[in-house]
């Protein structure tokens, strides 16, 4: 424990709503020699880096700002809550939320003052979710001023402003890290992260299954480690995808990634067994080249050697929970997304199955949300050190989890899962298996304690992350902040993509093909990163607009708002574009929705809620959420 985090442990109360008072020390009464403790530790931290200005916001990050330069030797800059009289020429301005006061600030600087020639450290007493931060960043990339780094006193990681900014790049010290703070909310720490990049063997992408499961292991040392006691676990993956095993219990082979093209023309052909009109009468479920009953048709044609030795289907979550237990299940939500179920029935319909002319033997009978499965296999907890811990199979399926740890607004409420894919739609009591529904072609797909997803899976944030892959490649390196204000400065607002359109499901060279389509389509040649982001951005949002508009005209009901969740509600301009596309106001937050979902469903199990609606409102305690209006 360092000096400030001995000094806030000694000194610091908690108040309620989750606030940490600091006042007697840090931001009303100022405890000098503290602060130069933080100086010289920041100086150590920064050292070599070429700073000759610090940049802070009014008010209580300017006294610490102040001493802590002398140790640079650099002059202060703070940034203005309102725009001075006395403060003359142009600015550059930013807006900021404050979520302790619940208003809006717009920050000033003066442009005499910084400029593409400032190397700028950026000092705050405070980071939870980011907000000034994000504004103080926006100054400087507007000013083309370098950041050498940011230094923040006490940093709160349950919130996700840290995260944000590491995963963008910032050179971020913290001296003190709150990771908790006990007020009757859901806080979470993140112990261990890592990739879940698909492997290109050939032609053939598959999943680098073992290495998951090694990682997934980690996580639990590292649990295990901090002696927490830990009374449960449960896992969420993607949809669709699975592996086979033997008679003797045995993966064969590696299961295979939705994205690969061996089920291209399957849907096709399968009309000719079942009409496709029939198929979604029954199952309700949004036809997709992936699904589930077509990967194992293609198996059939492309894979008989494996499909005939196969004993046992598992979904991958159910996979990983049989790797840690030894039981087989096959969990609710995850096999609806696999077009196996009937949608009323919310049973394999086998008389449909049987049609198609997949296996039923392979699979297993449905397990709903919330069943305790059993216990940790020996060998596992020798390997891990974690005892005691029971294995919960909550909504496996990640958009499941995250609609499930949604705080919706109110029944009539729309969510948005969003990241790698765009879930958007509603929970309804019923599937919605209408011929508007068939049309449009929408999925019902299982949730927690009884509710359908009405949705539409579309193409998300898949197609800006291999972009930024491919810019890195082959231009320079870029940030996800780099995109958003090459976006906003971008000549042409106008290029846009269809993000379903086949091409952008696994391209070599996003790039090359978002380019290929604006110019096939008679749009010109987008040029720079900014435009050929924002025909990106422009293709996700517009068909947010038009899911919105579909998904209204199928429920019957009137949308009031969105609520977005999940890794996408970061992007500040995406937020702004889809409450102008949806023309519904938008509510971000929180961040990790699928995670929140899956706790809330172990939290169900084991007895400590109710129900999901008492854990959303837990949710909505536990974490900020920002309003976007449509413009």
């Not at 840290?162 to 709150?178: T, V």
């Not at 199979?393 to 740890?405: I, K, L, N, P, R």
């Not at 889809?578 to 706790?599: D, R």
């Amino acid at each position: 424990m360092n000096f400030l985090e001995e000094r806030i442990v000694k000194d610091g109360i908690i108040k309620e709503g989750n606030v940490l008072k600091v006042d007697n020390f840090l931001n009303h009464q100022m405890d000098i020699s503290l602060f130069e403790q933080m100086g010289e530790e920041f100086k150590k931290r920064f050292a070599g880096k070429e700073i000759n200005k610090i940049l802070t916001i009014e008010a209580s990050g300017i006294a610490a700002a102040t001493i802590i330069a002398q140790y640079f030797d650099v002059p202060v800059l703070f940034a203005k809550k309102a725009k001075s009289q006395n403060l003359d020429g142009d600015l550059f301005t930013s807006v900021v939320r404050s979520y302790t006061y619940g208003k809006d600030y717009t920050i000033t600087v003066s442009k005499k003052f910084l400029s593409e020639e400032d190397h700028v450290l950026i000092i705050d007493d405070f980071l939870a979710v980011g907000s000034a931060m994000k504004g103080l960043i926006d100054v400087c990339n507007q000013a083309g001023a370098t950041i050498e780094g940011i230094s923040i006193m006490v940093e709160k990681g349950f919130q996700e402003g840290g995260k944000y900014l590491r995963e963008n790049g910032y050179n971020l010290h913290s001296l003190a890290i709150i990771e908790s703070m006990e007020d009757g909310k859901i806080t979470l720490e993140e112990l261990h992260r890592f990739t879940n990049d698909p492997v290109r063997i050939g032609k053939v992408f598959y999943w680098d299954t073992f290495r998951l499961f090694h990682e997934l292991k980690q996580g639990l040392k590292k649990a295990a480690a901090k002696n927490i006691p830990i009374q449960s676990l449960a896992i969420d993956t993607w949809g669709v995808d699975y592996g086979l095993l033997d008679a003797d219990g045995n993966l064969i082979g590696n299961p295979i990634n939705y994205r690969d093209d061996r089920t291209i023309g399957v849907i096709e052909a399968s009309d000719k067994l079942v009409p496709l009109s029939e198929q979604y009468e029954r199952t309700g479920i949004q036809f997709m080249n992936f699904n589930t009953v077509y990967q194992m048709q293609a198996d059939k044609m492309m894979r008989p050697e494996i499909l005939e030795k196969a004993k046992t289907l598992l979904f991958m979550p159910d996979l990983f929970v049989y790797f840690l237990t030894g039981k087989k299940i096959c969990e609710y939500t995850i096999a609806s997304t696999g077009q196996l179920l009937d949608a009323k029935k919310r049973d394999f319909d086998y008389e449909y199955l049987e049609k198609m002319g997949v296996r039923t033997d392979l699979l297993q009978p449905l397990t709903m949300p919330g069943t305790i499965v059993g216990d940790l296999l020996p060998e596992i907890v020798e390997e891990t050190g974690l005892s005691g811990v029971k294995v919960i199979a909550v909504g496996e399926h990640d958009t499941a989890s995250a609609f499930c740890g949604c705080p919706l607004e109110d029944e009539n409420a729309a969510a948005l899962s969003c990241g790698t894919w765009s879930l958007l739609g509603m929970e309804v009591d019923e599937p919605v298996l209408t011929k508007d529904a068939f049309e449009y072609n929408y999925t019902n797909e299982g949730g927690v304690e009884g509710k359908i997803r009405l949705l539409k899976n579309i193409n998300g944030l898949w197609v800006m992350q291999n972009l930024r892959r491919n810019w890195c490649e082959f231009e320079y390196e870029v940030g996800f902040p780099d995109i958003i204000k090459a976006s906003r400065e971008a000549a042409r607002q106008d290029f846009i993509i269809d993000p379903n359109d086949p091409r952008f499901t696994a391209p070599y060279n996003m790039m090359k093909e978002v380019i290929a389509y604006c110019e096939e389509t008679g749009q010109g040649t987008p040029e720079g990163l900014g435009e050929i982001a924002m025909a990106i951005y422009n293709g996700l949002t517009q068909e947010y607009g038009k899911t919105v508009r579909n998904l209204e005209v199928i429920s019957g009901k009137t949308i009031s708002c969105l609520n977005m969740v999940g890794g996408g509600i970061q992007d500040q301009l995406l937020c702004e574009l889809t409450a102008k596309a949806i023309q519904k106001p938008v509510v971000a937050g929180p961040i990790e929705g699928s995670v929140l979902g899956n706790i809330l469903m172990q939290l169900k199990a084991l007895g400590h809620i109710q129900d999901r609606i008492e854990g959303r409102k837990i949710v909505k305690a536990s974490f900020e959420q920002k309003i976007h209006q449509p413009k």
